[in-house]
T-cell receptor, first 116, second 115 residues
């Protein structure tokens, strides 16, 4: 089955620690995205990548970092510089064609990160 | 900057009835795309329907259809014959042409379908 996997589903960390969220896709999509979702809010874009070894900041990139060493993988690191890291994090992927297909994004099941 | 507004935080509908969710957006662009995404209690986001702004015909997908009013910058979602499985958060999203998949989401409408 093709899809996106995110692990773990729940993650707990102490304040001041960096933590890396995993995202893997086997859809052969070029583009991958990371979103943050807070209660009562829509999704906000953290980082996105259109191609291996290249990525761009989204609207709320401060305190986060990413890498894209393989087409299938787009891990997100939440650093200690992120002031309010507790949230639900969603990874997505899409075709990269410069068309409406880029907006048809396939999402993973998400990771709930709690930092205390 | 583009913004997306969903003015109904919560709605409910009886099973088998029809419900319409509202969405308005603000943009100075002429070429763009609009989407409705569904997030059920499992929190897995799923695309429901999409609309290209250059197309005048409203998109439909089975029981889901949109009313796209470009001049009014309005993009409502109609769900016909509502089913219990339609219970979810619904997010309206805007994407500028050639924005590399940069979706801008509204805050969502929580829809409850009651038996």
């Amino acid at each position: 089955d093709g899809g996106i996997t995110q692990s773990p589903k729940y993650l707990f960390r102490k304040e001041g620690q960096n933590v890396t969220l995993s995202c893997e896709q086997n859809l052969n999509h070029d583009a991958m995205y990371w979103y943050r979702q807070d209660p009562g809010q829509g999704l906000r874009l953290i980082y996105y990548s259109q191609i291996v070894n290249d990525f761009q900041k989204g609207d709320i990139a401060e305190g986060y970092s990413v890498s894209r060493e393989k087409k299938e993988s787009f891990p997100l690191t939440v650093t200690s510089a992120q002031k309010n890291p507790t949230a639900f994090y969603l990874c997505a992927s899409s075709l990269q064609r410069g068309t409406v297909d880029e907006g048809e994004q396939y999402f993973g099941p998400g990771t709930r990160l709690t930092v205390t | 900057a583009q913004t997306v507004t969903q003015s109904q935080p919560e709605m409910s509908v009886q099973e088998a009835e029809t419900v319409t969710l509202s969405c308005t957006y603000d943009t100075s662009e002429n070429n763009y795309y609009l989407f409705w995404y569904k997030q059920p209690p499992s929190r897995q986001m799923i695309l429901v329907i999409r609309q290209e702004a250059y197309k005048q015909q409203n998109a439909t997908e089975n029981r889901f259809s949109v009313n796209f009013q470009k001049a009014a910058k309005s993009f409502s979602l109609k769900i016909s014959d509502s089913q219990l499985g339609d219970t979810a958060m619904y997010f309206c999203a805007f994407m500028r042409w050639r924005s590399q998949g940069n979706l801008i989401f509204g805050k969502g409408t929580k829809l409850s379908v009651k038996p």
